[in-house]
């Protein structure tokens, strides 16, 4: 019978490894970030889609609806007033012989993301919040966090179970919050005005100053983009 030889890492290299699993568990956190604002939004968005929508357009109305409600959170943020918003949901037009979208099902559909947008903020850091803007963004992804991280020599002093065991559980929480949160009647609103007021009020409380100016914008675009008369896609 042949004896398998057991092997052990020593301290050193135990904390070495850990330290690099640590570099690349804080490089993607910037992603992770980004897919539980998506998440967020996900959530609230399937509670509005019909069934007979579902099975052709679910995946690009919830892409669609996360990729506008971004537009909002990057305008109310940094007081842009010249930014146009569009429907990225499916078609509303008729091409090619298909089907269109109905126009009537982008208001629900739109303020269930607006829902879903005040719940990741509630729950989120101002920290988190921020780096969802257009401009820290970039910094995280070009020459920032993941660059550094992930290629970086490790120092051998991080605490790999700590980091990855605190994310692993932040995220857990705030993915159950997320789905009760859209269980929840209350938290959606009735009109596109409703909606961008609740995610403005979730921002202040937050501690970012929001101009009446761009909230007004911000109603005055979103309630063209659901408009079933004209829309410019």
């Known amino acids: 019978k042949q004896e398998v030889e057991e092997k052990y890492v020593t301290k050193e290299e135990h904390a070495a490894l850990t330290a690099r699993l640590n570099n690349i568990t804080t490089a993607f956190h910037p992603a992770t970030q980004y897919a539980l604002f998506e998440t967020a939004i996900y959530e609230f968005v399937d509670k509005k889609i019909l069934d007979e929508h579902r099975e052709a357009h ?50 629900p ?31 995280l992804a070009h020459n920032g966090p993941f660059l550094q991280s992930i290629y970086q020599s490790p120092d051998g ?9 605190g994310q692993k559980e932040s995220v857990k929480r ?23 007021s609740l995610v403005v009020a979730v921002l202040k409380e937050k501690s970012f100053p ?3 100016e761009t909230k007004e914008k911000v109603v ?13 896609e």
């Open 58 to 107: 679910a995946s690009r109305i919830k892409g669609g609806v996360a990729a506008l409600c971004r537009q909002v959170l990057v305008m109310l943020l940094s007081g842009e007033t010249d930014t146009k918003l569009a429907w990225q949901g499916p078609s509303t037009r008729h091409k090619n012989g298909k089907k269109a979208f109905p126009k009537d099902q982008k208001r």
């Open 109 to 139: 559909l739109v303020l269930g993301g607006l829902a879903g947008l005040a719940v990741y903020i509630k729950h989120e850091s101002q920290a988190a919040v921020k780096d969802l803007e257009h401009s820290k963004r970039n910094e």
């Open 157 to 165: 002093t991080a605490h790999f179970e700590q980091e990855f065991v």
């Open 174 to 196: 705030l993915r159950m919050a997320f789905k009760d949160e859209a269980e929840k009647e209350d938290n959606f609103r009735e009109s596109i005005e409703e909606g961008v």
């Open 210 to 212: 929001i101009e009446t």
């Open 220 to 232: 005055k675009e979103l309630n063209t983009v659901v408009s079933s008369i004209a829309i410019m």
